[in-house]
């Protein structure tokens, strides 16, 4: 596998986050999942360092000269907006993103032009986050890279709720500069094709393209604030997800904790169990069902101070 050392890397920050959550008292289920650690951070320590992650972006259209070459004003706009939005995506994993400004810690997800990639024509990348053990940045850039692809390939050919399990993972302004990927290409009748690490995704013409594009829009992706009434009843404060269940329905909500959110735990310390008013931001794409996000742990409160 060409990417052993990243796949390591995930499994050891998913076994440390599965035995933060695991209360103490299973004794034999944290040793299970104890041993299985030391196992991986053994693989890691003899595994070799592993390349820089390759990305092949290839384009097709109307900007294009079959393999020969690709039209030089596009290629730069195509480029760039593709580095915006994974670096986008790739800072949105520890913060929430202003809408304005200039995208933090850019210099940490560095993406490099190294090669042309040929299958019609386009660009080989490298991904230059760092690679030492268990650097969080490796994660993230080859996360972020992931979730790229997932939104074109969902937006392309999956149902609204797939799309919305994909977006609702990413910061707002980080689907926004997606978008404005799509946009470029969709303004020079382009559409293009993406590989990166086993995966590959490749639209088929100009108006899947164009339906994913419109899928993406602010138009097609509403958020609304709704107040919700009942009791958490579990928090995975490493996981960051929640339920919470609703005193009238009894309704069980399932929902994320933004990453602006510190100390997740404090949900499970001053709120579990105990009658309160939560507001939550719902997130819907086209007809799909809605996504939960806390934002803050100021939208919660007790009961009887919201009523």
């Known amino acids: 596998m060409p990417n052993d050392y990243l796949h390591i890397t995930s499994e050891i920050n998913t ?6 959550d695991m209360p103490v008292g299973n004794v034999i289920e944290r040793m ?15 595994a070799p360092m592993q390349p820089n992650p390759k990305v092949r972006l290839t384009f097709r259209g109307k900007p294009v000269h079959g393999n020969h070459g690709i039209s030089a004003d596009f290629g730069s706009l195509a480029a760039g907006a593709f580095s915006d939005a994974y670096t986008a995506i790739a800072a949105g994993f520890t913060r929430g993103l202003s809408m304005r400004g200039p995208i933090p810690d850019q210099d940490k997800y560095p993406l490099v032009i190294t ?11 490298e991904l230059h986050a760092q690679q030492q053990p268990l650097f969080p940045e490796a994660e993230r850039a080859h996360a972020a890279m992931r979730k790229i692809e997932s939104l074109l ?42 590989e ?12 899947q393209i164009k339906s994913s594009y419109d899928r993406l829009k602010d138009d097609n992706i509403h958020t609304q604030i709704q107040s919700f009434h009942g009791e958490f009843q579990g928090v995975l404060p490493t996981g960051r997800t929640f339920e919470f269940v609703q005193s009238d329905t009894k309704d069980v909500l399932r929902g994320k904790i933004h990453v602006d959110i510190i100390d997740p735990d404090a949900l499970n310390r001053e709120w579990l169990h105990k009658p309160a008013t939560v507001q939550l931001t719902a997130t819907y794409v086209g007809r799909g069902r809605p996504r939960y996000m806390l934002m803050s742990l100021t939208d919660v409160r007790t009961r009887d101070a919201n009523a």
Request: charged share 20%; aromatic share 10%.
């Open 115 to 125: 090669n042309i990639a040929r299958g019609s024509f386009g660009f080989e990348f």
């Open 15 to 20: 076994l440390e986050a599965l035995l933060a």
């Open 153 to 194: 390939h969902m937006s392309a050919l999956g149902s609204d709720d797939e799309v919305a399990e994909v977006v609702e993972a990413v910061d707002q302004r980080a689907i926004k500069q997606v978008h404005k990927f799509l946009e470029v290409l969709v303004t020079h009748q382009a559409w293009c094709g993406l």
């Open 32 to 46: 299970s999942v104890t041993a299985r650690l030391d196992t991986a951070k053994a693989a890691l320590n003899s």
């Open 196 to 207: 990166y690490d086993g995966q590959t995704f490749q639209y088929t013409d100009y108006a």
